[in-house]
């Protein structure tokens, strides 16, 4: 399938600890947005980036638009123990069309509190 | 406002039944979708629609049917249902015509027999 390469594709890490977490793709992108996923839930949008070199900020969230437009990536500072989730990132205006949006396959972050 | 939301929350089917999951949006979005989730795999997009009375294909169209007669509703059917059609279905909209900064609905958890 059409899909972004996600890494880490999980991460156990210690509370307070701060994650990092990219995306790649070998087509440019126009957009790229991070999503977290709760168990049971849907996705729920964190971040947009709509620019080559965009940096953004959400709390303690920050995600990075790459120079080069094939890349992304997500840092969470000081976790705490409601970060625990499915991270995706997603890719918009590339090869598979404008009105499409292409999913990494995922970052499970585990806490140990 | 309710977002995004689906029904049902969960389905068991036998092998060759129909059924439709429904979706609806109260946002007045544009751009409407189905995905379906599968472990490892993120979200892979079946069907979207930019407005009412137009829908077209995603990545994995096969076997699943849509029509959108309003734009609030976007209902996915299953034609004949096949075990590889077990997954966790998501509906989403946007603003305007464009994918970006999708709303995902709960999901419906379906299995099929």
């Known amino acids: 399938g059409q899909q972004l390469n996600q890494s880490p594709q999980s991460m156990f890490i210690q509370e307070g600890e701060d994650v990092s977490m990219n995306c790649t793709s070998s087509?440019?992108?126009?957009?790229w947005l991070w999503y977290k996923q709760d168990p049971g839930e849907g996705p729920v949008l964190l971040i947009a980036?709509?620019?080559?070199?965009e940096l953004t900020s959400n709390g303690r969230l920050t995600a990075q638009f790459g120079i080069t437009r094939k890349d992304s990536f997500l840092n969470i500072s000081a976790s705490i123990p409601s970060d625990v989730g499915i991270y995706f990132c997603a890719g918009h205006g590339g090869p598979w069309g404008a009105q499409k949006l292409v999913f990494g396959q995922g970052t499970r972050l585990t806490i140990n509190p | 406002n309710a977002g995004v939301t689906q029904t049902p929350k969960f389905q068991v089917l036998k092998t060759g039944q129909s059924m439709t999951l429904q979706c609806a949006q109260d946002m007045n979005h544009e751009y409407m979708s189905w995905y379906r989730q599968d472990p490892g795999m993120g979200l892979r997009l079946i069907h979207y629609s930019v407005g009412a009375g137009i829908t077209d294909q995603g990545e994995v169209p096969n076997g699943y049917n849509v029509s959108r007669s309003t734009t609030e509703d976007f209902p996915l059917r299953l034609l004949s249902a096949a075990p590889s059609q077990t997954s966790v279905y998501f509906c989403a909209s946007s603003y305007g015509t464009g994918v970006n900064e999708q709303f995902f609905g709960p999901g419906t958890r379906l299995t099929v027999l």
């Open positions: 087509s440019i992108f126009n957009t």
């Open positions: 980036l709509y620019k080559a070199g």
